[in-house]
């Protein structure tokens, strides 16, 4: 099963355009999205060495398998967590 690490701040405008996506799909796929507010956390972006934000990490089995920096389209998050 795939899981997403999201991590976002609230002053950043990309992060406000996929916010809404991530919520959304938080609510369809409950606990295989996880939202990580750098400001609040920072030694988890530390440890997945994120530069830029947002950026979403992919996670199977525990491997990360994917990263993607800024707003992907909704039917790309939805891809991800179907197959």
């Known amino acids: ?11 950043c405008q990309p992060c406000q355009v996929l916010g809404p996506i991530m919520d959304e799909l938080s609510a369809q796929f409950p606990d295989r999205i996880k939202k990580v507010n750098i400001d609040y956390d ?4 530390q440890r997945y060495n ?24 909704r039917n790309y998050y ?4 179907n197959s």
Do not use: C, D, H, S
């Open 1 to 11: 099963m795939k899981q997403i690490l999201y991590f976002t701040a609230p002053w």
């Open 42 to 45: 920072p030694e988890l972006p």
């Open 50 to 73: 994120i530069r830029n934000i947002p950026t979403t990490v992919v996670f199977e089995n525990g491997e990360e398998i994917e990263r993607k920096v800024g707003v992907q389209p």
């Open 78 to 81: 939805v891809q991800v967590l």
